[in-house]
């Protein structure tokens, strides 16, 4: 079996501020993984993947996430947050072979002008 | 524009009545999902089809029927078994079903809500 916990319901930060928003998996085999962003009343977004390679992994709009086998990690990051960020985001993990995504509850990440 | 489109995207239904959502796909992907979304929930897999006429149930299959007759669609029935329907669905594809070197793509979503 296979599980994703997203450690943070809701962050609040204020603008030009770092976040943090965590990640931690479970799975007995090799995985992928996922952040997606989700804004109000709309679909998920892709914001970036881990498949192999790096373990750190960049978006175009400033987050990155760096993917920590031996803690079973994917946090997210960004320095600086912009208001424009405010959205909820998902981790997610696809086992290999599982033909699905597991998803986190996710995280509400509220930036504070 | 290649996309998904869920329509409609707010849905009425009375108690025991079927509904159906619609999703459709011209990405020429191979593989769709239907996930239902709950507040604090994260998102939970219903159903999924790899391949079109084959379709395998998620972790929340009772009371939801789907079909696949066509690739560039995957509508997803609300029956009336579905005890607590209320939630916003999310249709996705991707390109292979193992999600390998790829990503999924969602729908906008449609807003169920039983009155």
């Known amino acids: 079996a296979q599980s994703v916990t997203q450690l943070d319901s809701q962050v609040p930060v204020f603008e030009e501020a770092p976040v943090e928003l965590r990640c931690n998996y479970s799975s007995s085999v090799s995985v992928y993984l996922f952040w997606y962003v989700q804004y109000p009343n709309q679909g998920l977004q892709l914001l970036l993947k881990?498949?192999?390679?790096?373990?750190l992994v960049e978006s175009i709009n400033g987050f990155e996430a760096e993917f920590n086998k031996s803690q079973t990690s994917f946090h997210l990051r960004k320095p600086s947050v912009h208001i424009s960020d405010t959205a909820e985001y998902f981790c997610a993990l696809d086992g290999a072979g599982s033909y699905q995504l597991t998803f986190g509850k996710g995280t509400k990440l509220s930036v504070i002008p | 524009d290649g996309g998904i489109t869920q329509s409609p995207k707010y849905l009425f239904r009375k108690e025991g009545q079927n509904v159906t959502l619609s999703c459709e796909q011209n990405?020429?992907?191979?593989?769709m999902y239907w996930y239902r979304q709950d507040p604090g929930q994260g998102l939970r897999l219903i159903y999924y089809?790899?391949?079109?006429?084959?379709?395998q149930k998620g972790d929340i299959a009772e009371g939801y029927s789907v079909s696949r007759e066509k690739k560039e669609s995957f509508p997803l029935t609300v029956t009336s078994a579905q005890k607590n329907p209320t939630a916003f669905y999310l249709c996705?594809?991707?390109?292979?079903?193992?999600?390998?070197?790829?990503?999924?793509?969602f729908g906008q979503g449609t807003r169920l809500t039983v009155v």
């Open positions: 089809s790899q391949i079109v006429n084959d379709f």
């Open positions: 881990y498949l192999s390679g790096s373990t």
């Open positions: 990405l020429n992907h191979d593989a």
């Open positions: 996705a594809s991707s390109i292979t079903g193992g999600l390998l070197n790829t990503e999924a793509f």
